[in-house]
């Protein structure tokens, strides 16, 4: 009898025990199997595009007659049914049945159990995927003449060539990654040898393409058909090609997640694994192992060759809390939010994961995905925003980023928004709101950036805490299809043994209270099934051998700590997310050549304010305060600190002063993670003292500017029409101090925006309870709210001014109907109307008109940070899938796009939207 290589590893393995790693890729039979049938299918599609290419071609040279379905015309229809035969064959001959079971296949392939369903699965989804081409390839059904029928045949020549070499070129990566020839996490699409053998072909495609196209051509449809020269088309008809290509290869070889391309090995690894784990050993893994090093271990078995998880908290850099080390501090995630920069966030998200990687952690416990009901939240300073779209975009950018050296766990899962109560309130919320308001941030990191572990929060949600929330579970793991592990929220985030188990809780930290010996029993007993564990098991291994633990292991590195690149990256963000909210008669920017003193006062000129002190705490070697940054950046203005505004020498400074600035706010006294920090804060405005400050200093002299310092929208009635500029700072990280000056001087333009709105009055947000033990969240809170109840917001969300003005034009939408399954696209012109350069949030949003169902009045969609010189027009454009437009049916437990007409609104925040326009959605 041959044993498979995983078999016959195993059987060693079981043998020795020894401490090292599991070498077993693929078996024989399984290479074979899925490298025949992706070769199968990929010479499907190049036949079967080429046979309905060249009908098309027919048509258009009139040797064809007009308006023929060419999927039924004689020759294509052989040459297609010719190809699929041999595919068939191929499959017939490669593929048992219990080889196809054992492999992972996505779309329509997923789950076959068969060689008669993957030849039907691939036949089916590779005759969509040339579909798909086709229709951007040729829009007529007419005879076309002269250059335009030259250029649609050369133009579909070459873009099937790009298509087929995409397809050739993730086949041979996702072979070699299949035998582990790649490493563990490797994605094809992002591998430099596999790209570098697409581009070649691109350029050259491109080239022909263009050359052959001297005008644009109407001979072509979506997405391509709006293409207005020849290097516009051949741009969209290879990304078209492109797509094609990597979409083929997919299914064929399935999704990896965060695995890459070697997860059919990664998974026949922990196979290997099983075959000599016991039980014990398996639940051994489920929980923490305590503190040790400068991190949180867990499921650390070396005598069975599993490295275990190093975790560190970090999501504005490495948590000093815990590692007891320097890191660079990056400006909390409520700033980074107001930046509006995913490709900003992605750089730190890097930065922040380089460095938990170099104090030899593995795993980054960030970033915060939750939505802020309400600004008094104490931890609002470390998720995003209000907006879970926007929240989603942003987590999404920081995960992408981080997992480029380790895991990212995202938390905290899920409605966590209150600190006071945080162990034992209950948050009561029906499905839609659930899914629509406080899940979609969520999915989106789990699907758009393959977060690979997740954290549980202490709260409970309809009446079950969410370590056992069996509910929330489902969705996470069935319905987004999150291949990671769960862990849950430090010491009281684990309530049961049974329970948590069952529902789907993989890992308890920070050590085993109710898991270790209390869950072995209770597997022995019979209440939690060994498949269970297995499962549990399968994920936290996973994570492990994805992300190569076991054979690159973190090591400390100090020299990948606050590196200058990493200081610079934190001061470029304290850029981008500081918002001007007001600036009246051009108080902003000061002129130095003007300016002769410039009073510094408030309680937080020379405070180093970068924070909470909890868990997310980061020691940053310095810190550069608001004070230091303006003596620093001053040049010729005299720079006057006045620490005590209330006497007589201070309010005489105050008053001879050419202008003053006001530094005040809250700090880590005023809100922060309970039973460790502050907790929720008090107020929503600043305290009554920290307000009259404000009032007696504008009082004395007219030229007054506050830069706010907090980690939420603030309250600011009693005093913002008595100033002329206000910037909010937030609490700006390391460089804080640095930025907020280079900001007042002129020397960088804001571009921040409100990531949260800023209401008038406490009462026009929902109802802030954090002294009870059960709340209800309803649908409604932020901007939408102020929008359903008609109350005007002091800011709006999305607001911020700059030293420039923008102004809209052109909306174009693609489409005036179109159905659930199709793409809106839309583009408009933003231009700086002004005389310095800048940058600019161009938002879109969708309104609901004649909904069926409550809806906002308005609802972001998209989002694009824009960088325009004086005088410079660009135009942005957006792509929105009409399956996000859905809400979800309770009924029928379902997501539903409605039939009606619906609203195109973009500007440059949720109440400045001068474009409007409108596109119907038919069954």
Known sequence: MKFPIVSMVALVMATLIAPQPIDAALSTEQEKCQRDAATA???????????????????????????????????????????????????????????????????LCEGVASSADLVTCLLVDHDGVIDELLEALYATSAELTGDVGKCQADASKQSRVVGSAVLKALRGCKNK?????????????????????????????????????????????QPCELAGDPSALASCLIAVASTAGESGSLTAYG????????????????????T?????????????????????????????????????????????????CNATAFPVGMARGASWNPALEQRIGEAIGTEARAIGASVILAPVTTVVRHPRWGRAQETYGEDPLHI????????????????SSVKHYALNSIEDTRFIVDVNVDERTMREIYLPHFEMVVNDANAASVMTSYNLVNGQYCAENAPLFDILKNEYDFRGFAESDWFLGTRSTVASALAGLDIEMPVPNFYGDALLTAVNAGDVPVAVIDAAVRRILRAQLCFRLDTDPPLADPSQIETPEHVALALEAAHEGIVLLRNEGGALPLDRGLIGTL????????????????????????????????????????????????TPAGQAAISAADAVVVVTGFTDADEGESFISAGDRETYPLPADREQLIIDVAALNPRTIVVLEGGSSIGVEAWFADVEALLMAWYPGMEGGNAIADILFGDVNPSGKMPLVVAKLEA?????????????????????????????????????????????????????????????????????????????????????????VDRPMIDLKDFQKVDLAAGETQTVSFKIDVADLAYYEVGTSSWEVENITYGVHAGSSSRDLPLAGSFDVAP
């Open 764 to 852: 026009d947000l929902p109802p802030f309870v954090n002294d009870q033990p059960s709340v209800t969240y309803d649908y409604y809170h932020g901007y939408r709210l102020l929008d359903r109840d008609g109350a005007d917001p002091r800011y709006p969300f999305g607001f911020g001014l700059s030293y420039t003005t923008y102004s809209y034009s052109n909306l174009s939408i693609a489409d005036a109907t179109l159905t659930a399954d199709e793409t809106l696209r839309v583009s408009f012109d933003v231009t700086n109307t002004g005389s310095v350069a800048g940058r600019e949030v161009a938002q879109l949003y969708v309104s609901y008109m004649g909904s069926s």
């Open 177 to 221: 990654a299949a035998k582990e020839k790649l490493p563990a996490g490797t994605l094809c699409t992002a591998d430099p040898s596999t790209i570098a053998k697409i581009d070649k072909k691109r350029d050259r495609a491109t080239d022909k393409i263009v050359a052959a196209c001297t005008v644009a051509s109407p001979a072509f449809g």
């Open 276 to 324: 000599f784990m016991t039980t014990a050993d398996k639940v051994a893994l489920m929980s923490g192992s305590g503190f040790s090093d400068g991190s949180w271990r867990a499921s650390w078995a070396p005598s069975l060759g599993i490295p275990g998880l190093q975790m560190v908290d970090g999501p504005r850099g490495v948590s000093g809390l815990t590692c007891a």
């Open 41 to 107: 299918a990929m010479k499907y599609f190049k036949s079967g595009a080429s046979a309905l290419a060249a009908c098309h071609d027919g048509i258009a040279r009139g040797s064809v007659a007009a308006a023929t379905d060419c999927r039924v015309e004689a020759k294509a229809s052989a040459k297609l049914a010719k190809a699929a035969t041999k595919l068939t064959a191929k499959v017939d001959k490669s593929c048992s049945d219990p080889i196809v079971a054992s492999l992972v296949f996505d779309g």
């Open 599 to 646: 009073v510094v006062t408030g309680p937080l000129a020379d405070v180093e304010n970068i924070g909470d002190n909890g868990s997310s705490s980061v020691t940053p070697s310095s810190v550069v305060t608001a004070l230091e940054g303006l003596v620093d950046r001053a040049g010729s203005v005299t720079i006057e600190h006045v620490a005590d505004p209330a």
């Open 392 to 407: 989603g975009r942003m987590g999404v950018s920081f995960v992408r980023g981080a997992q480029q050296h380790v895991i």
């Open 255 to 274: 999704d990896g997640s965060f695995c890459g391309d070697s997860h059919q090995a990664v998974e026949a690894r922990i196979d290997a694994f099983f």
